[in-house]
């Protein structure tokens, strides 16, 4: 009696444990959590890799006199024509800002052809690198070239757009984290119909996202880390969209268990037993195909690896162990109104997806058929998706920077309006000045800045800013001019999209394989894991169609974030696979109970069916949030993924899988045991029942 007495304090105790160790965790990771944002770095040369031009031409420029350049076009309109007055209170204006921080050159102003505008291109050495003093920088010259009467004045070019886009970033982090918690909230009180049960996954989530927070900041000292806000918005998204997936395996099976067992400790350790290795398989697909993104060559990519894997294991690690911890402490009246009581049956309804399984499997190569030609019909559309991203599209909104370089491409539309940079070695400075002026599609250069043996040149081209003419000017200054660098903005875009293309070959084979191993070990078949990537890599072609049917046409995007590919691949596949491993798990499971293959498939998606679809509405809802944000490559990014989900979620994981399963009999878990059972072959489907209310 006395050790029984003892045992059940003990397990009163595991709880407070668990609670107690997560408040010390929290308590070491908060101070590092709040810095994350000081470290978060946005610039277009931040994303590239070490190798590229662009990257070589900003460390070189920060070793000149004077540091990295800041690069800005202010920018004289007047509908009617400029006046007198005009042009004089622009050389006021530009003389004062001479004045006041030190330039590279005396500015010069260029008038265009109908009269209309004047714009004076600027670049100051002050502050270098620094981006808080850059945006104190272009904040102060916005605020001495100021128009009225009639005048307007806007600063652009690729400091002040380096600003616009940093204060983006900056206010993504507040609204992000909000928009995303309000959305899980909703969903989760529709889900569980409770006033109070929805408030303990969700706090549970904003713990693990604030402790990812920290160890990704420790990443970055530790390691160097690049840390984007793409990459560390991202990082919240998956925390919430996964961690609430997780959440509402593990609430679902701990409910179900509490009709069977008495105390609430016990009960959740059954559901742990039961749904614990499925959670631990997903998140350990989701980690490994994130992972992945080290190999990219891209720093953002490559970045967004180890974050997402963060918040991949700190959403685990804190579902699988502070949820369990707080809902057995809180014990079954959490559930109110809808208490498990033990010994309960949970009330019966008619199963939506025993009924969709059945008419998917009455016909299945029909059912595959017909899935294959929608998806494929839909992949289509990615032919359809607009050209590369340039900068002034990237957001959503119309910041100063934007407003300015629209006015110089109407008024100026045959003429460069911002730098190409080239770095030459100084003792080669006069030749390469001479090839770049000589070269095709350039309509001027200037000598610049000479320091630690590299000479700056300016280059201005005769084509509009990331135009087709300009592109090309690039490449063949990169052509001709040996030994030497080509950066800017124009050339930082194009090796942006150019080391894109060289992840995609290298990163890609490496999530399919990394994925199909895993499943492999998982499932103990080759037939099943080729069927499940095949299903996401299908679902992430349709997507991607969807995006390419909607982005130009309906939404008005410009362009394309030559990472969306990329990006929304390794995410669907790695997400995707998520929902496959539950579905295939309990499949194997009821297999292995000698249920004969249609059955298993049938069986397997009206028990998970109900939490599948709740997780996939979640997942898509969270990535959805990103839709909403002032950022073009974020938008696309969070439609593309969320798009993907409930493709996978309510048409390949109910009809494709469920199909491929039944037409494959036996053979789907080729060339494991499972596949060389008898099979009595011909057996009816069964008709569809109901299910517990539980299941959900």
Known sequence: ?????????????????????????????????????????????????????????????????????????????????????????????????????????????????????????????????????????????????????????????????????????????????????????????????????????????????????????????GFGTSVSGQSSGIMTILVFGAGTDYALLLVSRYREELRRIERPYDAMLAALKGCGPAVLASSGTVAAGLFCLLAADLNSSRGMGPLGTVGILCALAAMMTLLPAILVLLGRRVFWPL???????????????????????????????????????????????????????????????????ETLGKAYPERGTQPIVVIAPTDRAAAVLAEAEDTRGVAGAERGRSGDGWTEISVTASSAPQSAGETATIKALRDRLDGSYVGGPSAEQLDLKDTNARDRLVVVPLVLASVLLILIALLRSVVAPLILVAAVVAVWGAALGIGGLVFGPVFGFEGTDPGLGLLSFVFLVALGVDYGIFLMHRMREESLKGTEPAQAALIALRTTGGVIASAGLVLAATFAVLTSMPMLQLVELGFVIAVGVLLDTFLVRTYLVTSASVALRRKVWWPGALSRQPDAGGEELPEPVAEPAGAR
């Open 339 to 405: 208490v498990p009581r033990y010994g309960s049956t949970p009330k019966v309804r008619r199963s939506l997806f025993a009924a969709m399984g059945s008419s998917a499997g009455r016909r299945p190569l029909t059912v595959l058929a017909g899935g294959a030609v929608l998806l494929g019909a839909l992949a289509l559309g990615a032919l359809n998706l607009p050209g590369s991203l340039k900068q002034e599209d990237s957001f959503t909104s119309r910041p100063e920077a934007v407003a300015a370089m």
């Open 1 to 221: 009696m006395g050790a029984a007495r003892t045992t059940i304090r003990g397990r009163r105790a595991v709880p407070w444990l668990v609670l107690g160790l997560w408040i010390a965790v929290l308590a070491l990771t908060s101070p590092f959590a709040a810095k994350l944002a000081d470290v978060q770095r946005d610039r277009a040369v931040d994303y590239l890799p070490a190798s590229a031009d662009s990257t070589q031409v900003a460390k070189i420029q920060d070793q000149l006199p004077g540091g990295e350049t800041t690069q800005m076009v202010l920018v004289y309109h007047r509908d009617g024509g400029l006046t007198a007055a005009d042009r004089a209170t622009a050389a006021d204006q530009v003389s004062e800002i001479a004045s006041a921080h030190p330039l590279t050159a005396k500015p010069q102003g260029v008038p265009s052809e109908d009269g209309t505008t004047l714009m004076y291109p600027v670049a100051s050495t002050e502050p270098g690198t620094d981006e808080e003093k850059r945006d104190q920088l272009v904040g102060e010259v916005r605020d001495i070239a100021r128009g009225e009467d009639g005048l307007s004045v806007e600063v652009g070019g690729e400091g002040a757009l380096a600003t616009d886009a940093s204060e983006v970033y900056n206010s993504l982090d507040g609204p992000l984290l909000y928009t995303t918690a309000g959305v899980v909230a909703l969903l989760l009180i529709l889900i569980y119909r409770s006033p109070f049960l929805w408030l303990v996954p969700l706090a549970v989530a904003g713990i693990a996202d604030y402790l990812s927070m920290g160890v990704a900041y420790g990443l970055n000292q």
